[in-house]
Structures are given as structure tokens and as C-alpha cells.
């Protein structure tokens, strides 16, 4: 018997132990891909060192353990380096979140426990009440380093025991988590890089002997890999972290954390909402409400919720004060949010699924398994309208549990307040003067903070932006916030939308509104005892100041904020909304009148096509594998069409002896599988002549003129093994080859002598 792997020289085979560096450098790269959706979720910070500093260190402990350990038996081996890579994630972890409190720095102690627990439970708490992209706080971080170094080790593992499909699956869930929760758009730039990775894992798979020289070839490309991810996350002026291709980006996202800075300063608006309500005139619509200030920033109001059917909970009102009730129906056509845009006060809303839920606390409507965007609904709108001698009698002395006040503010803040107010004789007075000394002293600029350096809500921007007198809406929102904070009266900060520009178009006898991106907007409100949540418009230019009228006059309000003139974009800002029903966003209904779209249909096929591309990698790299082989069989290769041959049989699950000859596996597919005689006796003679040959069979040792075609022969042998193939392992065959992640059959066929 005569063994082509003997006459090539005794090649070995059969050895499946990868050097110690491959598989943590290819975890290594996969964790580093599997990373870069985040940088589109969460703000740029520390956390995405901490993520690239725990990956390194996991795959530096899976690199030395095997070193040290190579010459324990593998099982031995891996359990030991699992111990070391687990060693290293705890004292990285303790290093990183509780050096002080851990033994020499690395050895964590209860009480290090217990700090990353509360880090671990406040980043719980952030995630849940922000809107992407999140804070980049320490707490995120160690979530964020933690869970990365965890799963590091996993595919670590799962790659040093050649179950790649698990380190592929695992890497790709990890990678999709943002763009999931989120309800982002499609991450180009993440699906193109772990389509390389996938390749570039199955190559690993495929491999019987790493230590052969193609098997470099896929440390390369993973050191390759993870090169030119470092470089993009650290070195590429100019490129942003959260990078994806044109045209592929996600709805607009909004931040429940006074950020709206880059958004309003947007090129241009686009639509994002259209509104239509049987009241005089639009309202404000609302999606968060922060009334918790640390110094720094305004956090969103947390408090419990309720199913949407229960409502909102008990009137915020007296029934002295009066009222009057209207409906505003909704459609979020382009902004993605877990906070759903409704107007104060929502009583009850109809169109949505049980999956959203109502804060009573502040009237808003949040979720965390489903998102704004695509959302058409009607909202039961009460709208409260105290006289003035109402709002003048009572006091803003605000709810029981109200958040304290902020604590060492500048002075300028405390004493413009005070010198405001100062001929003020009640707490509605006060809030008058306020937001009159703003609209009448100050100018709207969206770029003048950023010039000058005061963009935020923090107590020093606010000290800043009360000398220059000029900035946009979270400016003025958070002046008079702190300023009123400094009063002793209850405020917090709204975010949401201004009403809209009216248009053309009708729904039945009323207005369609049409809401832009660029009309993002934040406003204080002021709790009155006996009425509940007043709003106030202290921005210059936008909107309509709040003022009541007196009982004489009729009552209620004169240009409330929650009921404005649709004319509210900023004298130097651009305004939007279609105008007319030739706009390409409207479509004709079956009335013959015109209808709003509801979703713009390109990020979910941007998403479900990269979803594609990805299930059909395994299938797409076969069929490559494949041509190539058939190439190399039409010139005269016969392993090449041999080695096609065994992979096809265990691709279509065809049970095949490795004992076998050529000859024995031919005889045993034309028996059992119906393969015609003649096309196999001419492949196994190839095969046989091939293990024979001194050269090893290599088709260029043959002249040209001598080389024999065996490419038709090895079609037909495939067509027939195929045609005798049930349908489900075709599809199988076809979609998730297994020749792939596992050894072939046999790598040479044998020969008989």
C-alpha cells in the first residue's frame, strides 16, 4: 500500500495542537472587532482602554499558560491556562476598579467586591435611564471591561478546542447587542470586519496541522486584524471611534442628558415626527424630564412604572383649576428612542403595544424592549389653565420628595437670581422676571459655546454662559434651573420637541405639523402646589414665554409653552417640514388625499442584508474553495479533486471509512449511493497514478501535453453524489458547509499497491 503523505516526506498528520500564540491572538482580534459597535452606544472615554488593556491581558495569559504548559497532556493543559486567564480578568478587574482596596493592588478583598458590585449596579441603573449614546462613566467602564475580559476567555477557550461555529456565534451576539438594544442602524463597518474574522476562523478550523506553513497565513491575517483595529480606535487622525459608511447610520438618536449640542448643530434638518391635534394650536412634546443635578450634568427622574393601560395616576391639579381636554395623534418617522414624545399632561394613549410603560411621576412613556421610531399613536391630552390670580395665591413649594439643591454654586448664579427677582412679590413673579431678564438680555447661537468653551449644563458653563449671554436652549433651560434652584422653588429640565411648522396637509378638518430634527429642544418647568408642572420659556427667540391671564380676561394662558404658534424655529436657525404635497415623503392614499410614510425602509435593509452577507460567509468561502479545487482538477490535480471529493461527502453527511482505499471508496459510492462507474473509475485511476507518483502527485511535475483532464469526471461524480442527496442535506451542504469547521475525512487519498 502506498501513502502520498509517506512519499511527500513523512508530512505529518493528524495533529491538531495549534501553537500556544494562534488561538489567543485570533480571540484576541474577534473580542477587538466584537467592540467596536459599543463605540457607536456609548460616549468616548476611559472605558475603551479598559475593554482593549482586559482583551490583551486575557490573550497575554492564554500565550504564556500554553507556553510554560505545552508538554502537559492538551486536557491538562487548557484547564490550566482557563485558571490563568480567569486569575488574570479578577486581578485586572481589582487593578483597575479597586486598587485601593485590594491586596498589593491585585488581590481582591470583600470590600473590592463590594465597590464592583456597586459599580456594576449603578451601571445597570445608567444604562437603563439613558438613551444612547450613554455616558462614558467609571461605572460603565468596569461593566464594560468586566464582561468583555469574561467573554474573552470563552472564545479564548472554545478556539483552543477547535469549536469555532460557538466563537463565531458568540463574537457576533456580542457585536449585535448594541445595534439590538439600541435599535440603531446598520454598523457597515462592524459587519465588514467580522466577515474577515469569520473567514479568517474558519481557515483555523480547517487546518489539521497549525505548525505546517499556510497555517501562518491566519496569524497573519489575525495579527493583521487586530492591527488595524488598534490603529482606527487610537492612531487615524481624524477618524471617528463610532465610524460607519455613508448612508448606513442609525435614526437620530436623543439624549436624555441635556447633549443636544451636536445634534441641533445637524447640516440640516430632516423630518423626524409629524403631529396632528384637535386643539387651537400644537404642543411641546416631551420625552424625558431631569430634575437631578450633580454638579455636572442633569440626570433623568427615576421612579416607578406602571403598564400604559393603567395611565398616569392622579391629577396634578386641583379641580378648582381649569381644564380641558384634546387629542394629538403622533408618527415618529426618523428618531430612534426608548422615550416616546407625548405632550403634557398625557392622560392615555392609544396605537401602542403592551411593551411601553408610563411614569407617573413626570407623565413621559419609556421602555427598554422596543423604540420610538415607526411609532403612530394618540395621545388624551388634559391641558391645565390656572388665571393668574390662581398661579399668584399658591407657592412653588413642590412635591414631598423633591431632589435637594445643588450645593456650592458659583455666586454669580445665586446673586443674578436674587437681584432678578428683587421687586418680585410671589413665586410666579419671580419666574416671570426670570424668563423675561433671559429673552430680553440674551441672544440664541448654536456655536458661540462651543467657541468659547462653555458647552454644557454644568454649574461652571452656567456661570459662564450668564457673562457671555449667549447660547441654545439646554443654555438657558439650565441657567434658569439653578437659578430658580437658588430660589428654593422645585424645577427640573424637559427634553423634547418644539411644536412644528404647519403644512399644507390635512387629516380631515386639521393641520398636519411637520417636526425637524433641528428643533430639538429643553425647557425648565416649575411645580405649583394645587396645579402641578408649569412650563416656562426662557430661550430667547424659540417658542412663546409663559403668561396667565386674569380672571376678568377669561383665564387660562396667553402663550403657553405647551400650546405655542407653530412658528418656532430660531430667527437664525433653519426651519423645516414639507410644505407642500408634492414632497417626495408623502404618498397618495386611496381617498386621493395624502398620507405621511411611516419608516424609512433603508437601515433595515441596510441591517437585514449584512445579516445576510454574514449567514452566507461559510457558503460564499465553500464555493470559492470549491472553484478553486476544479480549477486545479482541469489541470490535471488529481488530490486536488480528490480532497473536493471527501469534502463534498462530508459537507452532504455521507458516512465514509478513513480506512478506505480509493478504490474501496469508489466501489462504495457507486453500490450504495448510485454513482456511475465510469467517471469514478476514471477519478480513482488519477488518484491511484497520483499516489504513486515520486513527485507527490503535483500537477506541474507533469508535462502539459501530459496532464489528464479529471474535472469532468469529478463533476459527475458530485452531481450524482448530490442527486442522491436528501433536499434538507443539500441546503445543509450549501449554507453551513461542515467541511469547514472540521478535519476532512482523509487530507490524501490512499492507494493500494
Known amino acids: 500500500m502506498a501513502d502520498p503523505n509517506r512519499a511527500r516526506g513523512g508530512e505529518r498528520s493528524g495533529d491538531t495542537t495549534a501553537p500556544p500564540v494562534l488561538p489567543s491572538a485570533l480571540a484576541a482580534a474577534a473580542m477587538l472587532v466584537a467592540m467596536w459597535p459599543y463605540t457607536a452606544v456609548i460616549q468616548p472615554g476611559a472605558w475603551s482602554l479598559v475593554v482593549v488593556t482586559m482583551i490583551i491581558v486575557v490573550g ?17 493543559r487548557e484547564a490550566l491556562t482557563l485558571g490563568i486567564q480567569t486569575a488574570v480578568v479578577i486581578c485586572a478587574s481589582t487593578a483597575l476598579f479597586g486598587r485601593d482596596t485590594g491586596m498589593f493592588g491585585l488581590v481582591p478583598t470583600p470590600t473590592t467586591v463590594r465597590l464592583i458590585g456597586v ?55 456580542v ?35 497549525d505548525r505546517s506553513p499556510r497555517a501562518a497565513s491566519a496569524l497573519v491575517a489575525a495579527g493583521v486584524g487586530v492591527v488595524a483595529v488598534a490603529v482606527s480606535l487610537a492612531v487615524v487622525p481624524g477618524l471617528p471611534v463610532s465610524a460607519t459608511l455613508p448612508g448606513s447610520g442609525a435614526p ?34 416631551r420625552l424625558a424630564t431631569l430634575s437631578r443635578f450633580d454638579g455636572e450634568v442633569w440626570r433623568p427622574d427615576r421612579g416607578s412604572q406602571q403598564p400604559l393601560r393603567d395611565g398616569f395616576g392622579p391629577p396634578d391639579w386641583d379641580a378648582a383649576v381649569k381644564t380641558s381636554e384634546h387629542e ?69 413649594s413642590g412635591p414631598v420628595d423633591r431632589p435637594e439643591p445643588a450645593d456650592d454654586l458659583p455666586p454669580i448664579i445665586t446673586e443674578t437670581a436674587r437681584e432678578v427677582t428683587a421687586d418680585a412679590t410671589n413665586d410666579y413673579d419671580r419666574l416671570i422676571a426670570l424668563q423675561s431678564w433671559f429673552r430680553q438680555e440674551f441672544t440664541y447661537s448654536l456655536e458661540a459655546p462651543v467657541q468659547e468653551g462653555f458647552d454644557g449644563t454644568g454649574a461652571d458653563a452656567v456661570a459662564t454662559f450668564l457673562e457671555e449671554r449667549t447660547g441654545y436652549c439646554i443654555h438657558f433651560a439650565g441657567a434658569f434651573a439653578l437659578m430658580v434652584q437658588s430660589l428654593d422653588m422645585p424645577v427640573r ?131 470559492l474553495r470549491r472553484l478553486v479545487r476544479r480549477r486545479r482538477a482541469a489541470a490535471g490535480d488529481a488530490l486536488a479533486a480528490w480532497r473536493e471529493l471527501t469534502d463534498s461527502m462530508t459537507d452532504l453527511g455521507v458516512p465514509a471509512d478513513p480506512s478506505h482505499t480509493a478504490r474501496m471508496r469508489g466501489a462504495a459510492l457507486a453500490r450504495e449511493r448510485g454513482v456511475r462507474e465510469e467517471p469514478l473509475r476514471v477519478l480513482v485511476a488519477a488518484v491511484e497514478r497520483a499516489g504513486y507518483a515520486a513527485d507527490g502527485g503535483r500537477a506541474d511535475a507533469v508535462p502539459r501535453g501530459d496532464r489528464a483532464d479529471v474535472r469532468r469526471p469529478l463533476d459527475a461524480v458530485l452531481a450524482d453524489l448530490r442527486a442522491a442527496s436528501p433536499a434538507s442535506a443539500r441546503l445543509r451542504a450549501a449554507l453551513l458547509p461542515a467541511s469547514l469547521v472540521r478535519a476532512p475525512i482523509t487530507d490524501r487519498a490512499r492507494t493500494t499497491v
Not at 497575554?60 to 491538562?76: C, K, N, Q, S, W
Not at 468596569?142 to 477557550?157: P, R
Not at 437620530?252 to 415626527?273: I, K, N
Request: glycine share 10%.
Open 60 to 76: 497575554l495569559g492564554g500565550v504564556l499558560g500554553r507556553a510554560f504548559l505545552r508538554h502537559r497532556r492538551a486536557a491538562t
Open 119 to 173: 459599580h456594576l449596579s449603578q451601571s445597570a441603573e445608567e444604562i437603563a435611564n439613558g438613551v444612547a449614546p450613554i455616558s462614558a462613566t467609571e461605572s460603565i467602564a468596569a461593566l464594560l471591561g468586566i464582561s468583555f475580559g469574561v467573554v474573552a476567555v470563552l472564545v479564548d477557550q472554545l478556539l483552543a478546542h477547535r469549536l469555532v461555529v460557538l466563537a463565531v456565534a458568540l463574537t457576533t451576539v
Open 175 to 209: 457585536g449585535a447587542m448594541p445595534m439590538v438594544v439600541s435599535f440603531g442602524g446598520t454598523n457597515m463597518v462592524w459587519f465588514l470586519l467580522q466577515a474577515i474574522v469569520i473567514l479568517v476562523l474558519l481557515r483555523f478550523a480547517a487546518r489539521r496541522d
Open 252 to 285: 437620530l438618536t436623543v439624549s436624555a442628558d441635556l447633549r443636544l449640542g451636536d445634534d441641533l448643530r445637524r447640516p440640516e434638518g430632516v423630518e423626524v415626527m409629524t403631529l396632528v391635534t384637535s386643539a387651537a394650536a400644537p404642543p411641546y412634546l
Open 328 to 396: 394629538v395623534s403622533i408618527r415618529v418617522l426618523g428618531v430612534s428612542s426608548e422615550r416616546l414624545p407625548v405632550p403634557y399632561a398625557a392622560e392615555a394613549i392609544a396605537g401602542l403595544s403592551g411593551r411601553w410603560r408610563a411614569m407617573p411621576l413626570n407623565r413621559t412613556v419609556l421602555t427598554s424592549t422596543a423604540d420610538a421610531n415607526g411609532a403612530d399613536y394618540t395621545v388624551t391630552v388634559t391641558s391645565v389653565s390656572p388665571t393668574l390670580e390662581q398661579i399668584r395665591a399658591t407657592t412653588a
Open 493 to 623: 429640565i424637559v427634553v423634547g420637541y418644539l411644536p412644528g411648522t404647519a403644512t399644507d396637509e390635512k387629516r380631515g378638518d386639521d393641520t398636519v405639523y411637520s417636526i425637524s430634527s433641528d428643533q430639538l429642544h429643553s425647557w425648565p418647568e416649575v411645580y405649583f402646589d394645587g396645579i402641578g408642572w408649569v412650563p416656562f420659556e426662557p430661550t430667547a427667540t424659540l417658542g412663546v414665554p409663559t403668561e396667565f391671564a386674569s380672571a376678568s380676561a377669561g383665564g387660562g394662558t396667553s402663550g403657553d409653552p405647551e400650546a405655542p404658534t407653530p412658528t418656532t424655529a430660531p430667527t437664525d436657525g433653519p426651519s423645516a417640514g414639507p410644505t407642500s404635497s408634492t414632497d417626495p415623503r408623502f404618498e397618495e392614499d386611496a381617498g386621493g388625499g395624502t398620507a405621511l410614510r411611516t419608516l424609512d425602509p433603508t437601515p433595515v435593509m441596510l441591517f437585514t442584508l449584512g445579516v445576510l452577507l454574514v449567514a452566507l460567509l461559510p457558503g460564499l468561502f465553500r464555493e
